[in-house]
């Protein structure tokens, strides 16, 4: 469809290397398979403590973290923007989307207009009002300077957006797209006041910058305007932990009260330190998959990709390499979506079946190839150590190379035969336009079929329900058969925090400790 905005560049918003993915996971459907629990979060005191300053251990912060909300492209950016701003929608502890500084976002007949509709009261750090005006002012900032995530929304015409009165605004989109809401939950389209300048920054959120170290720690105090009440703490420390064990050292030791997201293989550590920690486990669509680019030999030959598919054993994967925090995948996205499909079979390692495959397609075994990938988490080695060891039992000589996170997302990414990446948090449209439809910005696989492209371009743009979930069906039965991703594990979001903490809660959706949502945690009174 020429002019479409699905045939333009899909220049997305978020590299491959943050954890933290917060677009279109439209609601809560199916679990992936049981994985081990962890010690269950307690019920919480209904008062914490007001005051103190709460520490929290992150393993994300570097000097690449921007402190403007519409450049944010890594954890620690994102962990940062969700003190400093506020969004229009965010994923709730339910995992749906979910209303913030809108009152609601709702669609007119077809799904080409909306209106939004802005809380009563909201007002940045500044003290300017959060209005119509503000928010428009925030796309057209987007489109006018070219950032980034105005190329995550194509659909959007920032000519088109009319304020109505100081609370109600109107989109009216190039084209109807039913994933409008999802988009508003990025920390990349937070609003900002006119005239905002990230060398002071200004937004509506819980927390005001007082230092900041790049890469090292930074600190906020708490914002009294904020709309949804003053945090209950006076201050927040995120400091950064480039080792998984001094990260939990640092909580048992008394460093700081909350490691988010802490390597499975250490939960022992934690509980073997007594009651006075708590470690709360949950599953999530995160996943780390490996990526068949079909540009390079010897993954241009469907037959050696469905061989690499068989012939990794999923469920000890995750035995081996993620201590048991984690659920079995079958080479689809997105599980907690609620059109994933559920209908397929799940696949099973069969070692045997891909060695013939390839000995009857005339390779001489072993088949040799790179792997390259980056630590980008604590247990990543580990799992490509124990993918090669599965690869070598079906046919395949694999050489692991892993590099640092700069050097895997520099000149030669997209490159590389073979390599992983970490995603998460994505429904299934966010994951097709970020990794699989043609002109995805961040496809190392290098895949492309125009019948998955058409089908996707039906979808989005398919009002009813059950027509949508047959053709996003088909789209996953389509990646499941001729994909090129090895999509084998997800992941488990394991946080762990003090009991002088209260107020914690589960945000399966979103990354990180708390879901970063540090304002509503307090000190027990």
């Known amino acids: 469809m020429p002019g479409s905005w699905t045939d333009n560049a899909r220049r997305l918003l978020i590299p491959l290397m943050v954890p933290l993915m917060v677009a279109a996971l439209a609601s809560c459907g199916g679990s992936p398979t049981e994985s081990p629990t962890a010690q269950q979060t307690p019920s919480s005191p209904a008062n914490p403590h007001q005051g103190g300053t709460l520490r ?16 944010v492209s890594t954890a620690g950016g994102y962990a940062i923007a969700g003190q400093l ?37 909201a007002v940045f750090s500044d003290g300017s009002p959060v209005n119509a005006k503000a928010v428009r002012h925030t796309f057209q900032r987007i489109f006018d300077e070219k950032l980034p ?6 659909y959007v015409d920032p000519a088109a957006i009319t304020v109505v009165d100081d609370r109600t605004l109107t989109f009216t989109l190039k084209e109807p797209t039913v994933l409008f809401p999802e988009a508003l939950t990025s920390p990349t389209v937070s609003i900002v006041p006119e005239g905002f300048t990230p060398a002071k920054p200004v937004g509506s959120g819980p927390f005001v910058l007082e230092t900041n170290k790049p890469g090292t720690s930074i600190t906020f105090t708490a914002n009294t305007r904020y709309w ?30 909350m490691a988010s997201s802490i390597d499975p293989s250490l939960v022992p550590v934690v509980k073997a330190a007594g009651d006075k920690y708590v470690v709360d486990s949950y599953a999530t669509s995160g996943t780390l998959t490996w990526q068949m680019n079909v540009k390079q030999k010897p993954f241009n030959d469907p037959v050696v990709r469905q061989a690499l598919r068989l012939a990794v054993n999923r469920k000890e994967l995750i035995d081996q390499a993620m201590a048991g925090y984690g659920s079995v995948g079958n080479d689809v996205f997105s599980p907690f979506d609620a059109m994933y499909n559920k209908s397929l079979p799940q696949r099973q390692a069969d ?4 060695k013939k495959l390839l000995q009857d397609a005339g390779y001489t075994l072993p088949i040799k190839v790179e ?17 090669v060891r599965q690869a070598a039992v079906a046919g395949f000589d694999i050489t692991f190379r892993s590099v640092d996170s700069a050097t895997y997302y520099g000149d030669g990414y997209g490159t590389y035969p073979l390599s992983m990446s970490y995603w998460g948090f994505l429904g299934i449209f966010d994951q097709a336009a970020f990794t699989i439809v043609k002109d995805a910005p961040y496809n190392a696989t290098k895949w492309q079929d125009d019948e998955y492209d058409t089908l996707y371009d039906q979808a989005v743009q398919t009002v009813d329900d059950a027509k949508r979930a047959d053709l996003v069906h088909q789209m996953q039965q389509i990646e499941y058969d001729r994909g090129a991703y090895v999509v084998a594990v997800f992941l488990n979001a394991i946080n762990a925090y003090s009991t002088s903490l209260t107020g914690y809660s589960t945000y399966p959706n979103t990354d990180g400790g708390n879901g970063y949502h540090f304002n509503t945690i307090g000190f027990v009174s």
């Not at 995530?149 to 194509?154: D, E, G, K, N, V």
């Open 56 to 71: 929290v251990g992150i393993t994300s912060l570097s000097t690449a973290d921007a402190l403007d909300p519409a450049k």
């Open 85 to 121: 701003y506020d969004t229009l929608t965010e994923y709730g502890t339910d995992g749906k989307v979910t209303m913030r500084l809108a009152e609601s976002v709702e669609p007119g007949d077809t799904a080409d207009k909306w209106t939004v509709t802005l809380r009563d009261g």
């Open 149 to 154: 995530p105005s190329t995550s929304m194509p």
């Open 228 to 257: 949804g009440g003053k945090p209950y703490a006076e201050r927040l420390e995120l400091i950064s932990f480039e080792d998984a064990s001094a990260q939990v050292n640092a909580l048992i030791g008394g460093q700081i009260e």
């Open 351 to 354: 070692p045997a079946q891909a």
């Open 371 to 387: 792997l390259t990938a980056a630590p980008l988490t604590s247990y990543a080695d580990r799992l490509n150590e124990v993918f």
